[in-house]
Nanobody, 126 residues
Framework: QVQLVESGGGLVQAGGSLRLSCVRS????????VGWFRQAPGKDREFVAAISWTGSITFYADSVKGRFTISRDNAKNTVYLQMNSLKPEDAAVYYC???????????????????WGQGTQVTVSS
């Protein structure tokens, strides 16, 4: 089964930055839109950002607009999530998943994605 693998999480102080990476093993990621989601303890998984297969379309949750940037390098089979000005409320396990090439109107719904990775932990200290 095709698997996505996240990396780049860690501990950072509030106001700091991290860059998460999502790599697809086995087959190119270039044919798929990719979404980033996060889940904090005791909370539901929530949408963070998504990018179409060409990178021409991006969406962001209101809570991260202006602070997070999603991008992709299909030559490296990787999708990135640059996270700046991190806040304690950004702390969560971050997941990437493969979706429709042009994402679709329900891009923020987790059931529109599959091939979820194992997640990478982001901790933000205040």
């Amino acid at each position: 089964q095709v698997q996505l693998v996240e990396s780049g999480g860690g501990l950072v102080q509030a106001g700091g930055s991290l860059r998460l990476s999502c790599v697809r093993s086995g087959r190119p990621i270039s044919n798929y839109g990719v979404g980033w989601f996060r889940q904090a303890p005791g909370k539901d998984r929530e949408f963070v950002a998504a990018i179409s297969w060409t990178g021409s379309i991006t969406f962001y949750a209101d809570s991260v607009k202006g602070r997070f940037t999603i991008s992709r390098d299909n030559a490296k089979n990787t999708v990135y999530l640059q996270m700046n000005s991190l806040k304690p409320e950004d702390a969560a396990v971050y997941y990437c998943a493969a979706g429709r090439p042009y994402l679709g109107s329900e891009y923020s719904r987790s059931n529109q994605y599959d091939n979820w990775g194992q997640g990478t932990q982001v901790t933000v200290s205040s």
